[in-house]
């Protein structure tokens, strides 16, 4: 079961991880976190490990708050095909902009094709 992290834990961390928004391309478009990559729908082994090269990575999901699912059900399945080291920032982008923190708009070059 992967862990949650709180927006004060992300912050201490941003710089040291993998930051993965686990919702439609539409979406993560209209704005994301900052260095977020976007999770392919579904998120298969394959396509985790163009994300994420190696196992051991800290790797953090989120998705659009704390009512979504999405971000828990991509960090099981990160921890599933062996991640060792996956947490949820449930607060997701509604905690995220509500704490005044700035968007990215459009796609970035963090988005990843289903694979």
Not at 15 to 36: K, N, R
Not at 91 to 107: A, I, Q
Request: proline share 7%; charged share 15%; hydrophobic share 50%.
């Amino acid at each position: 079961m992967p862990t949650i992290v709180s927006l004060a834990e992300l912050d201490a961390e941003l710089d040291s991880v993998v930051l993965i928004e686990a919702l439609p391309a539409v979406q993560y478009a209209a704005g994301h976190i900052p260095g977020a990559l976007l999770a392919p729908e579904p998120l298969s082994a394959a396509a985790a490990a163009v994300l994420i090269p190696a196992l051991d990575t800290r790797v953090v999901v989120y998705c659009s708050g704390p009512a979504c699912r999405r971000s828990t059900v991509a960090a099981r399945t990160l921890e599933q095909v062996g991640y060792t080291n996956v947490s949820v920032y449930s607060g997701g982008k509604v905690d995220w902009l509500d704490s005044g923190r700035p968007f990215e708009f459009g796609m970035s070059g963090g988005e990843l094709a289903a694979a």
